[in-house]
C-alpha cells in the first residue's frame, strides 16, 4: 500500500493567511465570511468597522461570448458584442462600462404588432424573471395584456380579432371562443 501524506490536507500550512492579514481601516484582524453572493473578507470588529473585500474579482470581458464584426453601436459608434448575462445571451456594447446599450439577440425584426386589447401600444417581447420569454403592451400599467406565444401583425379571418399567434410552426388566433388554425 502506498503511503498517504497527510500534509497535502493542511490547510493552514498550504493556503494563504487571511486570518492574519490586518485591516486597513481599524487595524483589525480580517476573517472570512460568507453572505449571498459568495465569501469575502470582513473585519472582526464589525459593526464598528465596516470594511470588507471580495475574495474574486469580477472581470467584465470574461461575459464576451462572441464581438459582431461590422456591428455599431447606436449610442457610441464602438463594436458590438453577443454576451452572456443573468438571464441569457444578449448584444451588447463592447466599450461597456462607459456605454450602457443592450439589445435582445432574439429581437431580429423590428415590426411589433398593435395591441389588439388597447389598440395604442404595441406587443413587445419581455423576459421573465425565470428565463421565459413572454409578449407584453408597452402601454403597461394602462394595459396589462399579455401573450405567451409570438404574435403575429394578421387579423384573424375567422372572428377579426387584431392579432394572430404562432406557436411550433403554427398559427392561430388567441382571441376568447374563436378556434381559428392555420
Known sequence: MSKIDHSLFNAHEQGPNREEQACPQCGGKLRLRHGKHGAFLGCSSYPVCDYLRPLRVIEHDEDV??????SQC???GHLLAIKKGRYGLFIGCSHYPDC????????????????PSCGKGHL???TSRYGKRFYA????PGCRYVIN????????P???????AERKGQLY???????YQR
Open 124 to 126: 413587445v417581447p419581455r
Open 173 to 179: 388566433c388567441p382571441g376568447k371562443g374563436c378556434h
Open 137 to 140: 403592451c408597452d402601454a403597461y
Open 100 to 115: 450602457h446599450h443592450i439589445a435582445d439577440v432574439n429581437d431580429q425584426d423590428d415590426t411589433d404588432p398593435l395591441c
Open 158 to 164: 375567422a372572428c377579426g380579432f387584431g392579432i394572430l
Open 74 to 76: 447606436p449610442l457610441c
Open 65 to 70: 461570448e462572441k464581438v459582431l464584426e461590422g
Open 149 to 156: 406565444d409570438r404574435p403575429r401583425a394578421e387579423t384573424c
